[in-house]
C-alpha cells in the first residue's frame, strides 16, 4: 500500500511569506505527527494529532506555526511570516493510533527561506 | 530537560566486522526506546523497538537496553556497505507522551 506522502518535495520562498505543507498519512492510520530536522540534526518534534484534535503541541516553536487536520485525515502544517531560521526538512509521520509502535515517516517537505 | 545523547561519529567499520551505536538519554522513567535508520537524502526508518531490559534480536541487528544505566545500543553484525547510513536513537519520554525526541544521530560507514 502508498506510504505517507508529503507535498510539495521542495518549497523555496522569500522571508515573511506564508506557507502550507501538506501531509497524506496512510490510509488507516488514525494518529500524525509533524517534525522538523536541521542539517546534522535528529527530527524535533512539533506536534501530533489523534483524530481531527491536536493531542500534543508542546514542539510547535511559536505562534507562526499552526497545524490542522479537518477531517482526521489529511493535515497541513502552516507557516506565517517564514524567517530563514524556519529553513529546514518537515518531515510528517503517522502510526495506526497513539499507542502504536511504528511511526512512519513521509519523504519529507525541503524548506528553504530565503 | 529530556535528552538523548549520541555520538555523532563518523563510525567507520571494515565490512564483515561488527558496527556498535550507542546512546544515552536523560530520563530514568523512560519505557520507549528505538533505532532508525537514516539514508542520506532519506526519511527515518525503523530498525529496531525495545521496552525492556536485555536484548533483542533480529536478523543481524540487536538492541541493548540498560534502564539502570540509562544507555540502550545496537549491535550491526556482518556489516554490509548498504549499511551506511545515519542511525538515529529515539526516546518517547513518560507515559501518555507520544512524541519521538530523538539524538543526532551517528553516521555508519561500512568500508568493502
Known amino acids: 500500500g502508498a506510504g505517507v506522502s508529503q507535498t510539495p518535495s521542495n518549497k523555496v520562498t522569500e522571508k515573511g511569506k506564508y506557507v502550507e505543507l501538506r501531509c497524506d498519512p496512510i490510509s488507516g492510520h488514525t494518529a500524525l505527527y509533524w517534525y522538523r530536522q536541521s542539517l546534522g540534526q535528529g527530527p524535533e518534534f512539533l506536534i501530533y494529532?489523534?483524530?481531527?484534535?491536536?493531542?500534543?503541541d508542546s514542539g510547535l516553536p511559536n505562534d507562526r506555526f499552526f497545524a490542522v487536520r479537518p477531517e482526521g485525515s489529511v493535515s497541513t502544517l502552516k507557516i506565517q511570516r517564514t524567517e530563514r531560521g524556519d529553513s529546514a526538512v518537515y518531515l510528517c509521520?503517522?502510526?495506526?493510533?497513539?499507542?502504536?509502535?511504528?511511526?512512519?515517516f513521509g519523504p519529507g517537505t525541503r524548506l528553504t527561506v530565503l | 530537560q529530556k535528552e538523548v545523547e549520541q555520538n555523532s561519529g563518523p563510525l567507520s567499520v571494515p565490512e564483515g566486522a561488527i558496527a556498535s551505536l550507542n546512546c544515552t538519554y536523560s530520563d530514568r522513567g523512560s519505557q520507549s526506546f528505538f533505532w532508525y535508520r537514516q539514508y542520506s537524502g532519506k526519511s527515518p526508518e525503523l530498525i529496531m523497538s525495545i521496552y525492556s531490559n536485555g536484548d533483542k534480536e533480529d536478523g543481524r541487528f540487536t538492541a541493548q537496553l540498560n534502564k539502570a544505566s540509562q544507555y540502550v545500543s545496537l549491535l550491526i553484525r556482518d556489516s554490509q556497505p548498504s549499511d551506511s547510513a545515519t542511525y538515529l536513537c529515539a526516546v518517547i519520554f513518560g507515559a501518555g507522551s507520544y512524541q519521538l525526541t530523538f539524538g543526532k544521530g551517528t553516521k555508519l560507514s561500512v568500508i568493502p
Open positions: 509521520a503517522s502510526s495506526l493510533g497513539l499507542g502504536a509502535d511504528t511511526q512512519y
Open positions: 494529532f489523534q483524530g481531527t484534535g491536536a493531542a500534543d
